[in-house]
């Protein structure tokens, strides 16, 4: 059974940093993805960043790209979204997700099988 447990969700000024933090349990091996999303009050769940476990590809949203930097430990089954120069606009729930992969990176949400329970991130102006 694939778990995955978020950490580090809160409140910060604009400006600010945040690291999340997301452990996944079940899986065998590294031939799987973990992705990060976000959802906002009213618009779509988004992709933000990517990261093939095997091969350390990613992906980065322009929204977010330069300011956010994803990562894998695979010793520790862990993935961490580091979050720098926060913005309000950055205000959303954001969940880690994992799939099965065996190559190229996808960061759309319906492609992924296995989600967090979610992070809340607030951003204060």
């Known amino acids: 059974e694939v778990q995955l447990v978020e950490s580090g969700g809160g409140l910060v000024q604009a400006g600010g940093s945040l690291r999340l933090s997301c452990v996944v349990s079940g899986f065998t091996g590294n031939d799987y993805a973990i992705g990060w999303f976000r959802q906002a009050p009213g618009k779509e769940r988004e992709g933000i960043s990517c990261i093939s476990s095997r091969f350390g590809s990613t992906y980065y949203a322009d929204s977010v790209k330069g300011r956010f930097t994803i990562s894998s430990d695979n010793a520790r089954n862990t993935s961490y979204l580091q979050m720098n120069r926060l913005v309000p606009e950055d205000t959303a729930v954001y969940y880690c997700?994992?799939?099965?992969?065996?190559?190229?990176?996808?960061?759309?949400?319906?492609?992924?099988?296995?989600w967090g329970q979610g992070a809340q991130v607030t951003v204060s102006s």
């Open positions: 997700a994992a799939k099965q992969a065996y190559g190229r990176v996808w960061c759309i949400p319906y492609e992924y099988d296995y």
